[in-house]
């Protein structure tokens, strides 16, 4: 498995998984500007994106995966895929990741792969200005 770091030219391709999994779709705009993309034999399989703040903390947000991809290429890919997210973090200067997610595969994944859970039983809010 490999993984890179996301460029605008893979809006197109994260913006169809969104849709593939019934997900509303983050515009372009409100992406940051570090996002890794992961992928094997040449197929992309997942993403997420890294949200900067001014100090030693960053959200993990917008994973998505390629739901059309053929299971046996997508196995261990979001593992993968946090992996990687954490150690990009981690080259950024970052010493804690927050993640908000309600999925509870992805919340599995996350803390087998270390996370904790914080709270459950938090209402996430958006305004947009």
Known sequence: MESRLYTTEDYKTVYKWWKDWNWDAMPEVALPETGIVV?????DL?????????SIVCWAENFISN??????LRKGSVEFLIEKT????????FNIMMSSISHKGLIDKLTNAGYQVSDTKMTNLVRVL
Do not use: H, L, N
């Open 39 to 43: 992928s094997k034999d040449g197929v």
């Open 46 to 54: 997942a993403a997420s994106f890294i949200y900067k703040t001014d």
């Open 67 to 72: 739901k059309k991809a053929p299971r046996e």
């Open 86 to 93: 954490v150690e990009q973090a981690r080259d950024m200067g």
